[in-house]
């Protein structure tokens, strides 16, 4: 069965961190611009992270520049994206995707999404 599966995410305070992951089955990551997703309640889904299918180019929403980071590593077969200095408003399902390429912060022609994995920022 070709999918990708999270893991990570659950509740941290504000200034905290988390870290998200994001593996395949059924294919390798290293084929894919893989992109970080989050939609929070009532709102429309945003792009926040892309890394390129090398690892050579990782791009941020503005959003969260200089507090996440989007990291590869191919024999984990893993995407990792590292959450620091949370805020409340970082409080969203976040999603990875499997896609052709990243435009900036987005991957575009997305062929894999995952299931989605809860961030909660509170006090």
């Known amino acids: 069965q070709l999918q990708l599966v999270e893991s990570g995410g659950g509740l941290a305070q504000p200034g905290g961190s988390l870290r998200l992951s994001c593996t395949s089955s059924?294919?390798?990551?290293?084929?894919?611009?893989i992109g970080w997703f989050r939609q929070a309640p009532g709102k429309e889904r945003e792009g926040v992270s892309c890394?390129?299918?090398?690892?050579?180019?990782?791009f941020y929403a503005d959003s969260v520049l200089g507090r996440f980071t989007i990291s590869r590593d191919s024999a984990k077969n893993t995407v990792s994206l590292l959450l620091k200095y949370l805020k409340p408003e970082d409080t969203a399902v976040y999603s990875c995707?499997?896609?052709?390429?990243?435009?900036?912060?987005?991957?575009?022609?997305?062929?894999?999404w995952g299931q989605g994995s809860q961030v909660t920022v509170s006090s």
């Open positions: 995707a499997a896609g052709h390429y990243c435009s900036s912060y987005e991957s575009v022609g997305i062929s894999y």
């Open positions: 059924g294919f390798s990551l290293d084929n894919y611009a």
């Open positions: 890394i390129s299918k090398g690892g050579v180019s990782a």
